[in-house]
């Protein structure tokens, strides 16, 4: 008996639903046990109580509201033997007002601060408060810039399994070799360096990132090559820099045994720098698998999202061995070179094993995440759910409609519905992991309703147009949805990123079908997502509310009242109510 197995019984056994006598289950015990672990779930989420720690994580506090970061200069010197890593950040500030009790720096423990230097010529006094670091400063004028130079050390968390979890990673490839890098989304970027650990301040000028290490490795980071030298000491120091803005959980460092091959794309924009940095060992496998992968990609993102987000700084693939993730302009790929999720098909139906998961998907996330990023962790769906939804939007563009809409409705299997989307607000929490296959049925759902895809596309490119390297709300997405749509979408977005309800769609109709009765139920309060159901020319809008409401139909209409086609463009259950 697997431990699963032993988990399930064990719960069974303790809720009274099987004895141990019987020790069976089947698949309703499985329904009965999935149903208690997600209400215990769901109480534990609503009961949590947060900490202050939590809150000077989450909030714009006091010691962060007066001042905006511009830009971080960062030096990193890790030492790949020892897990040690030394170095300092040199942050460039603009003061916006003029209370000013102090300044809050992260840095998590075990890491601590050595020294910080204010303007290159006063040494700063500060205290500590669990990872969080309380600097004293001098009155400065708003509108001034200054400057803050952190110096730094320590042995840093080892990421355990990244990139879900953050931290350093100190580990070989498969010939043996030194290879370092960092994942640090959630985690929060001060579990390697002192910052601004608060994803709603984006650096605005860009960033810098220079790395000591080993003369025989290679460095390689976000934006373009500043320089690489030789120190004589069998060390080498490379540096890079993004002019962009970037969030500071995007700066990673990356550094194995990298060759490197260039190409030109001829983008929206005009041409835009493509570069591969892979293992010395990936070099062939790179050259004849990345480049269609890549160009299909930006072809799909550039046509439904708009332009490419960062052609100052390039785009940039980088060999790792977790996963991948979305690190700005150098997307870690660790998808072992094969289509799908690492050879799996995450959508169950074919689909999703003729292109590159991890290249699709992080590359997305330069559009929604990197130049569209929330302000508060609570409100990751605006990039977890418009990326997985750019999966389905791909496959649309490469191998039609019919195949996205099959795509769509296969990763819908994946949605557990264990608690709300949207998490609290202010204490650095993220919502349920339904963000990604929820949130891409949901506006799936809404271009459905919509019925129509110029407009649909229309907005889509319109939202990285309108939010172009800004941080956002979700409400503000959310709205602009609905202006731009004409339709009032606000209580759609409730229903799904606020609640764990799965709307019905109830209709009957007439003895001659020539009328159709239909209401919404399990939903919120005044739920009014519009229904467009269409086969060839015949085509039907229906704007159901949770009153019950009519529509005359001629034959063909009444047709396409299925309840098997309506629950799949729609997320959605659907109850057709027999009538005498």
Request: glycine content about 8%; proline content about 4%; some cysteine.
């Amino acid at each position: 008996m697997t431990f699963l197995k032993k988990a399930i019984l064990s719960v069974l056994i303790m809720l009274g639903t099987i004895s141990f006598c019987s020790a069976q289950y089947n698949s309703d015990s499985v329904r009965i046990i999935r149903e208690h672990l997600m209400k215990k779930e769901v109480t534990a989420y609503n009961n949590r109580v947060f900490t202050h720690a939590d809150t000077l994580r989450g909030s714009v506090t006091p010691e962060r509201a007066w001042w905006d970061a511009q830009c971080y200069d960062i030096t990193i010197k890790p030492d790949f033997l020892h897990k040690y890593t030394a170095g300092n950040n040199l942050i460039t500030y603009k003061v916006v007002k003029d209370k000013q009790p102090g300044m809050q720096i992260d840095l998590q423990s075990p890491l601590v601060i050595d020294s910080i230097i204010f303007n290159n010529n006063e040494k700063l006094s500060y205290g500590q408060e669990g990872n969080i670091w309380h600097v004293k400063m001098p009155h400065q004028s708003v509108g001034t810039i200054n400057k803050i130079n952190i110096f730094f050390h320590g042995y840093p968390h080892i990421a355990t399994r990244p990139p879900w979890d953050g931290g350093w990673t100190f580990t070989t490839d498969s010939l043996n070799r030194p290879w370092m890098t960092v994942c640090c989304q959630g985690t929060g970027a001060s579990v390697w360096y002192p910052c601004k650990d608060y994803q709603g301040d984006k650096l605005d000028k860009g960033a810098s990132l220079t790395m000591i290490a080993p003369d025989s490795l290679v460095a390689v980071s976000n934006g373009r090559l500043q320089f690489r030298k030789e120190n004589g000491d069998g060390t080498a120091t490379t540096k890079w820099a993004v002019v962009s803005p970037i969030s500071n959980y995007c700066i990673i460092p990356y550094i194995g045994k990298y060759e490197h091959f260039h190409e030109d794309f001829q983008g929206e924009k005009g041409p835009l720098d493509l570069d591969y940095w892979v293992l010395d060992y990936n070099l062939n496998r790179a050259k004849a698998y990345m480049p269609t992968q890549v160009h299909n990609m930006l072809h799909s993102m550039e046509y439904w999202y708009g332009p490419y987000p960062f052609y100052e700084d390039g785009y940039k693939l980088v060999d790792v061995q977790h996963t991948g993730m979305e690190h700005q302009s150098a997307i870690a790929y660790g998808n072992h070179y094969a289509f799908g999720y690492r050879g799996i098909d995450l959508s169950g139906t074919g689909w999703g094993l003729k292109w590159d998961f991890i290249i699709v998907h992080e590359s997305g996330h330069e559009w929604m995440g990197n130049s569209i990023t929330t302000k508060d962790l609570a409100d990751m769906w605006v990039h977890e759910g418009f990326t997985n939804y750019a999966e389905t939007l791909f496959v649309e563009y490469m191998w039609g409609k019919a195949a996205a809409n099959a795509y769509n409705f296969g990763i819908r299997k994946k949605i557990v519905n264990d608690r709300p989307i949207i998490a609290h607000y202010g204490v650095n929490q993220e919502g349920s992991g339904d963000m990604y296959y929820k949130g891409s049925n949901m506006l799936h759902s809404i271009r459905h309703s919509l019925g129509n895809d110029s407009l649909f596309r229309q907005i889509w490119r319109g939202l990285n147009k309108t939010f172009y390297h800004q941080t956002v709300t979700s409400r503000q997405i959310e709205n602009y949805i609905s202006t731009h749509a004409g339709f009032d979408y606000s209580k759609v977005f409730d229903q799904y990123l606020r609640t764990i309800q799965i709307p019905e769609f109830d209709y009957y109709f007439n003895k001659d079908h020539s009328r159709v009765f239909y209401r919404w139920a399990n939903c919120v309060p005044n739920f009014d997502l519009p229904i467009v159901l269409k086969k060839g020319n015949t085509r039907i809008r229906v704007a159901p509310t949770t009153a019950w409401k009519s529509t005359h139909l001629n034959k063909k209409e009444a047709l396409l009242f299925n309840s098997k086609d309506i629950a799949y463009l729609y997320f959605v259950t659907v109850r057709a109510i027999e009538t005498n």
